[in-house]
């Protein structure tokens, strides 16, 4: 089965207290490489996460967010500065008796000292919101998955359908080379006639073709070349994760292509070696795609 690298998927999970959110998104990377955003409260369970993930996604850049509504993450304190609020006492004990106030301190006189309280914030998890993130995870990789197979399908589909064309191409390449070298030596023969009078040696027209044959002799090419379009049709039905293998056919397919571009000398296979490149070009683009 083909997967797609690129994707999304969305998942959510709740009690009478929490509601937590998860959204993943995919797209194209030659690893796999994650990027988690979640409140950091929650950081502690990454790990988790990215095991859980590992489960359904092989190769891709994938970012993870993360997102918790209800129940508050972080409990708070207050403390009071007891050293500093002796000194503020002190010293309007110092006031009052170097003015000669009657008035005494108050609670509200302390009050008013907002810089002697501290407010301390502690995270805090409810107990099931391990369970709950995990049951969001699980969610949004199933629709990702969804998705990344669904897209991987159309992918297969168009693959094929190129591999087809240059499947023909190919056999129409096999069945015309014979007739290259057929054509040279007709031209040898016309051209030798020309320049000697018609006092040609047989012996001679038969050393050059033979040695232009070997020249332009692209069967051993071709035959790889129909190796490499069946292994990429084969891998196309391969449940593995798929994409560097084609990445890699389709880059000994387009070493295979030159080649014979370079050695065929004839228009005709040349102009058929340009569509191949074509082809070739489109395949690669889309098998970056594929997981």
Request: hydrophobic fraction near 40%.
């Amino acid at each position: 089965m083909v997967t797609s690298m690129t994707g999304y998927g969305r998942g959510e999970a709740q009690n009478e207290k929490v509601k937590v959110f998860a959204e993943i998104k995919t797209v194209n990377h030659r690893f796999c490489e994650y990027t988690i955003r979640m409140p950091r409260q929650l950081l502690v369970l990454e790990e988790k996460v990215k095991k859980i993930a590992n489960e359904y996604i092989r190769r891709g850049r994938v970012e993870i967010f993360i997102t918790v509504e209800g129940e508050s993450l972080v409990s708070k304190n207050v403390k009071i500065d007891w050293n500093l609020a002796d000194q503020y006492v002190r010293l309007m004990d110092d006031v009052k008796g170097k003015y000669n106030l009657e008035s005494s301190i108050t609670l509200q006189d302390v009050i008013q000292l907002e810089s002697i309280f501290l407010t301390e914030e502690v995270p805090t998890v409810p107990i099931d919101l391990e369970s709950l993130l995990m049951e969001s995870i699980k969610g949004a990789l199933e629709n990702l998955k969804d998705m990344r197979v669904q897209e991987g399908q159309e992918l297969a589909h168009d693959l094929q359908n190129q591999l087809n064309k240059l499947a023909a191409i190919t056999l129409e390449v096999k069945k015309y080379a014979p007739s290259v070298v057929e054509q040279y030596k007709s031209r040898l023969v016309a051209k030798l006639s020309e320049l000697t009078d018609g006092m040609i040696e047989d012996s001679r027209i038969v050393t050059e073709a033979a040695i232009f044959a070997d020249k332009c002799d692209i069967n051993e090419e071709l035959t790889r070349l129909e190796s490499h379009v069946q292994q990429f049709s084969g891998t196309l039905s391969n449940g593995e994760p798929i994409g560097r293998k084609l990445d890699f056919l389709v880059q000994e397919m387009n070493r295979e292509v030159n080649t014979i571009g370079s050695k065929a000398n004839d228009s005709t296979i040349t102009k058929e070696v340009v569509e191949m490149k074509s082809l070739l070009e489109k395949l690669k683009e889309q098998v970056q795609n594929i997981e």
